[in-house]
């Protein structure tokens, strides 16, 4: 069998990679083709997370047992077979390229082709450019202050927008309806 996924960036919006691969292949060999498709470096730490409907991470398959005292077990990349893990069409993983800054592509398993088999992973679609692998980690946490900043002033607006949930008949101003005409024809 044949599996077709879909690849894309919340950071990029034009960044889309569709991988073929078979579903025997391990997923060491889907994150290989990952890598080679957007021109990552393969020395780095990364992972596979199976999640559900609302991309909530579950199962981690990572590339190194990193000796942790977890009575978890390990699922590593190139003992875990995609057929084992992935089954129908719609199963979504989140695939982490930068461990530091938890930064991610949102995969999906678009399509399956039973009765076939492919030798090698290829990457069918190519759109976009990806995510730089690496940032600045200054640039970064800026980003993140900025972003923070702009959610706390959003709040404070609409506090002050909306005000209190209580009506209250004095800060009603009705002043200028009595001036104002009504056409009966509207």
């Given at each position: 069998?044949?599996?077709?996924?879909?690849?894309?960036?919340?950071?990029?919006?034009?960044?889309?990679?569709?991988?073929k691969?078979?579903?025997?292949?391990t997923?060491?060999?889907?994150?290989?083709?990952?890598?080679?498709?957007?021109?990552?470096?393969?020395?780095?730490?990364?992972s596979?997370?199976?999640c559900?409907?609302?991309w909530?991470?579950g199962?981690?398959i990572?590339?190194?047992d990193?000796?942790?005292?977890?009575?978890?077990d390990?699922?590593?990349?190139d003992?875990?077979?995609?057929?084992?893990?992935v089954?129908?069409?719609?199963?979504r993983?989140?695939?982490?390229?930068?461990?530091?800054?938890?930064?991610?592509?949102f995969?999906?398993?678009?399509?399956?082709?039973?009765?076939?088999?492919?030798?090698?992973?290829?990457?069918?679609?190519?759109?976009?450019n990806?995510?730089a692998?690496?940032v600045?980690?200054?640039?970064?946490?800026?980003?993140?202050?900025?972003?923070?900043a702009?959610?706390?002033?959003?709040?404070?607006?609409?506090?002050?927008?909306?005000?209190?949930?209580?009506f209250?008949?004095?800060?009603?101003?009705?002043e200028?309806?009595?001036?104002?005409?009504f056409?009966d024809n509207?």
């Open positions: 069998m044949v599996y077709n996924f879909r690849l894309v960036s919340d950071e990029v919006d034009n960044f889309k990679r569709e991988i691969i078979d579903a025997d292949a997923f060491l060999d889907l994150r290989n083709a990952i890598c080679d498709s957007v021109g990552y470096d393969k020395g780095q730490m990364n596979f997370f199976l559900d409907d609302g909530e991470k199962k981690e990572t590339l190194e990193m000796g942790t005292d977890s009575s978890e390990v699922y590593l990349m003992e875990c077979v995609l057929s084992d893990y089954e129908d069409e719609g199963q993983l989140i695939f982490v390229f930068d461990y530091l800054t938890d930064r991610s592509f995969m999906e398993l678009k399509e399956t082709q039973p009765g076939r088999s492919l030798k090698d992973p290829i990457c069918t679609v190519s759109m976009g990806p995510p692998q690496f600045d980690l200054n640039e970064f946490e800026s980003k993140i202050d900025t972003k923070a702009q959610a706390a002033a959003a709040q404070e607006i609409d506090e002050d927008f909306y005000g209190s949930d209580q209250n008949e004095d800060e009603f101003d009705a200028g309806f009595d001036e104002m005409t056409d509207l």
